[in-house]
């Protein structure tokens, strides 16, 4: 990969978008890397938490690349628009919990990247915004459609319409942001939380992110039966027995498998 940086240990994959020069910003290729950098990722049961973040301690990642855009055809900007979707789409989806490491700027594609993971955790000199309206565009890589499930309609077209750019404590109080601490703290942090995540059963944990995202886009009904359904699955695994057993023998040490 050109323009990733993927370590992985003790279950935890750190995925770092590596182009510094460049403020770690999205282009075509990074893209296409980063889709197949997850569909690797998403099959691979030793991992249980993705961590994702940017090269250096200014960017996570400052949009897309409007280098390449700048002369790109309607054409040429709908196919990036695609790519973007099904690399975002399995940064959402995939049955590890995936966290966002907002170290800096998180600007259009950087803001839309961090809404596809499941939590965000900002340093403190994080930056958020949808600057696109300012460029003649508009969002394009899950910003329409993202940033109002997150933080509401109104507060959504207020940052997309006025290219607001907003800190860390700000995306804190309206929601997109999960958690704002110390720069130098930030890895060690989501490392600590994708501790306390793997704890716990890493099957029980994916189906209750499918629930949770597949619910949120249906009715009430539809998706209290979905759980329903999700929940007696639940009931068929090894698992479970670990878990209910360990809790009646009041032993704290859980051996959870994933089956």
Known sequence: MNNLLLEVENGIALLTINRPKALNALNSETLAELNTCLAELENNDD?????????????????????????????????????????????????????????????????EISMACDIRVASENAKFAQP?????????????????????????????FTCDMISADEAFRMGLANHVVPQAELIDYCKAMAGRIMKNGPYAVALAKQAINTGSDTDLDSGLKLEANLFGLSFSTADKMEGMTAFLEKRKEKHFTGK
């Not at 900007?77 to 919990?97: C, D, I, S, T, Y």
């Not at 940033?147 to 997309?160: M, N, T």
């Open 47 to 111: 991992v249980k938490v993705v961590i994702l973040t940017g090269s250096g301690e200014k960017s996570f990642v400052a949009g897309a690349d409007i280098s390449e855009m700048v002369n790109a055809t309607p054409a040429e900007g709908r196919k990036m628009g695609l790519l973007a979707r099904e690399a975002f789409g399995r940064l959402e989806n995939m049955p590890q919990v995936t966290i966002a490491a907002v170290n800096g700027f998180a600007l259009g594609g950087g803001c």
């Open 132 to 160: 696109e309206c300012g460029l003649g565009i508009l969002p394009g890589f899950g910003g329409t459609q993202r940033l109002p499930r997150l933080v509401g309609k109104g507060r959504a077209k207020e940052l997309i």
